[in-house]
């Protein structure tokens, strides 16, 4: 039987070189994402997080899964250093980066150092994607770096952020994807800005989702047999919801899958913060308190493992392997209990249904 998985997403450094107009980084523009090394967690901290993953895992019995992003991973100084030592323990490490730092040589770096995947991010047409990204190379550069990950075996998942502005370039990405050399490509929902909420104009409602979902099925029939199309993304269990394995841990009210934030990880910032998510902004300790202690006492976390509670606020049966995203259910009513707005469940036709597992975006 498969073990679960415990993760931590680490944010290695603050430091980037492109300023992406949704990065969470970025959140006022043209400000400096650079940080002054004092605040970053050393080495020595970061080889007592991994070890802190791995014992935990082993404890609980699951598999240890470690995620290094940004800013951009590239930038930090020691990042080669970080990937001996948690290849020396044995931890599966993937790494989520902007692509364009990736060089022949940096490649074969990673690949030497026990990556076999990384994610790569890719927002729309090379138009579309400069403009994100705010530099003029970014697109052409995201695209050599999967080469180069190809080049020495690395598997690459590219990671498309649905918005408003991009929704119309979602197959020109997967074609661009696939000629540059990437096996999986996966879409997530864009969490809007807390002060905007559902009026932020990137963002996509529940009908919108829905038909991105739609779309993607049918590139899925088009594309299918060149990369793989990711279901994944915590709404798609609404797509998924006959499937003998929901049916049951919708009558056990047990956790199975969907949002994770509470259940399977956390976020740590690269001063050491804690969220429960990388994109559910709310500090519930420090790493150095220990997986356990944050985990299983705090009270958020607490919160977030509450599904009786949660199916009783949005009167919704699958929310054992769904939940929908707590995060932009915080974005946009400042209460990360509340419904997920983007919710589609309604519009879900029995032809839309599937009993479909997927490649996990991790392995």
């Keep these: 039987m498969t073990k679960k998985q415990l993760f931590i997403q680490w944010d290695s450094t603050n430091d ?14 043209e400000k400096a994402h650079r940080q002054e090394d004092s605040d970053l967690m050393s080495l020595s901290e970061v080889e007592d997080m991994v070890d802190d993953l791995v014992d935990t895992s082993q404890r609980w019995g699951m598999d240890p899964r470690f995620h290094i992003s940004g800013g951009e991973p590239l930038k930090r100084r020691d990042l080669f250093k970080i990937l001996e030592y948690t290849q020396q323990r044995g931890v599966a490490t993937k790494i989520l980066t902007n692509g364009t730092l990736i060089t022949p040589e940096k490649a074969r770096a990673l690949k030497e150092r026990g990556i076999k995947r990384l994610q790569i991010s890719v927002d729309g047409d090379r138009e579309r994607h400069n403009d994100v990204r705010q530099r003029p190379y970014a697109f052409d550069r995201a695209m050599q770096g999967i080469a180069n990950c190809r080049a020495e075996d690395i598997g690459v998942t590219v990671s498309f952020t649905a918005m408003q502005s991009n929704k119309d370039h979602i197959e020109q990405a997967i074609k661009d994807s696939i000629e540059a050399g990437a096996d999986i490509f996966g879409i ?16 996509i409602d529940a009908k919108g989702m829905y038909d991105i979902y739609k779309v993607q099925r049918e590139l899925e029939e088009r594309y299918g047999d060149k990369i793989s199309l990711l279901e994944t993304e915590v709404l798609w269990h609404l797509m998924h919801c006959d499937d003998p394995l929901k049916e049951a ?28 998510c990388r994109r559910l902004p709310i500090e519930i300790g420090h790493i150095s308190e220990g997986l356990v202690r944050l985990i299983t006492e705090k009270k958020v976390m607490k919160d977030l493992r509450d599904l009786e509670r949660l199916k009783k606020e949005f009167g919704c049966e699958y929310v054992s392997h769904c939940k929908g995203c707590r995060a932009i259910a915080y974005a946009t009513t400042g209460d990360f209990m509340n419904k997920d707005p983007m ?6 036709k029995p032809g839309d249904l599937k009993d479909r597992y997927t490649k996990d975006a991790t392995s």
Excluded: M
């Excluded at 919710?343 to 879900?348: E, Y």
């Design 249 to 276: 841990s919708r009558e056990k009210g047990k956790y199975l899958g969907g949002c994770g934030a509470g259940f399977s990880g956390v976020a740590v910032l690269s001063n050491g913060v804690v969220y429960p």
């Design 188 to 203: 997530q929902s864009y969490v809007p800005t807390r002060e905007l909420g559902v009026n932020d104009p990137e963002f």
């Design 16 to 29: 980037c070189n492109l300023r992406c107009r949704h990065c969470y980084h970025n959140e006022k523009g």
């Design 343 to 348: 919710c589609f469940r309604n519009l879900v």
